[in-house]
C-alpha cells in the first residue's frame, strides 16, 4: 500500500530529527573530545608550572642559602633607599635583626653611617646602572666603641627589561686587614732602620779598628823604649 502525503511528510519529518540528532552526537563527541584534550593539556601545563615554582622556590631558598652563609654584610635597597634584603652578616655587624628592618628607610636604620659620600654613591648607581666600589669607609657600628674600617661594593639591581629596581650593596668588614697591613708596613721600616743602623755601625767600625791598631803599636812601641832604658841603666 503506498504512503499517503502526510505519512511521507511524517516520515520526512522523524528523519530531519533523527539526522539532527546523529549530527548532534557526533558534535557532542567532539566537543567531549576536545574537552578531554584541553583538559589534559591543563594538567600537563599546571603541573609543568608547579614544577617550575618549585624549581624556582628552591633557587631562591639555595640563594639566601648563600647570602645567610657569608660573613660579609649584604643588603638591598629599592629606588627610595628602603631595605628589601638584610642578610644575616648585617644582623652580626650592626646588632639589628632582618625583621627589624625591612621596608624601612636604610638611613633611618643606621644612622650612624649617613653620609653625604654614600648617599651620593647610591644615587650615582641608581642613575647610570654601573657598580662602585668605595674603600676603607671609617665608622662605628652600632654597640662597638672601636672603629672599623668597611670596604663597600654597590652593585646596581635591575629587571630582566634593564629597568632599575635598586641597588645590592656588600660590606666588607677589612679593619683586621688594615691592622695587619700597618704592622706590615711598620715592620719593614723597622727593618729597613735596622739594617741601615748594621750599615752605619759596620763604616763606623772600620775606622775604629784601624785606631786600635795603631794605639796597640804605640803602646808596644812605647814598651820596648822603657825596657831599653831600663836595660842601660
Known amino acids: 500500500v503506498p504512503f499517503t502525503d502526510d505519512e511521507l511528510n511524517f516520515l520526512f519529518l522523524i528523519a530531519n530529527h533523527i539526522a539532527i540528532a546523529v549530527d548532534n552526537i557526533r558534535l557532542f563527541k567532539r566537543v567531549q573530545a576536545f574537552n578531554l584534550h ?17 624549581h624556582t622556590l628552591v633557587l631562591q631558598r639555595y640563594k639566601e642559602d648563600i647570602l645567610e652563609s657569608l660573613s660579609a654584610g649584604i643588603y638591598v635597597l629599592d629606588r627610595n633607599h628602603r631595605i628589601t634584603l638584610w642578610n644575616r652578616g648585617m644582623e ?3 646588632g639589628i635583626k632582618r625583621e627589624d628592618v625591612l621596608g624601612k628607610h636604610f638611613f ?34 652600632r654597640g662597638d666603641p672601636n672603629e672599623k674600617v668597611i670596604n663597600y661594593n654597590i652593585f646596581p639591581l ?76
Open 108 to 141: 633611618t636604620v643606621l644612622k650612624d653611617v649617613k653620609t653625604e659620600a654614600l648617599v651620593n654613591t647610591i644615587e650615582e648607581v641608581l642613575r647610570t646602572g654601573e657598580p662602585v666600589f668605595v674603600n676603607s669607609v671609617t665608622h662605628h657600628l
Open 158 to 233: 635591575r629587571a630582566e627589561n634593564e629597568i632599575s629596581l635598586g641597588v645590592v650593596v656588600l660590606l666588607e668588614d677589612v679593619t683586621d686587614k688594615v691592622k695587619m697591613e700597618k704592622q706590615l708596613r711598620m715592620n719593614e721600616k723597622l727593618a729597613a732602620i735596622g739594617k741601615l743602623s748594621a750599615g752605619i755601625a759596620h763604616e763606623l767600625n772600620n775606622p775604629l779598628d784601624g785606631t786600635q791598631r795603631y794605639l796597640k803599636l804605640a803602646k808596644q812601641s812605647i814598651d820596648e823604649n822603657r825596657l831599653e832604658t831600663t836595660g842601660e841603666c
Open 92 to 94: 652580626l655587624q650592626y
Open 38 to 54: 584541553l583538559e589534559n593539556k591543563v594538567k600537563s601545563a599546571t603541573e609543568e608550572l608547579r614544577k617550575a615554582i618549585e
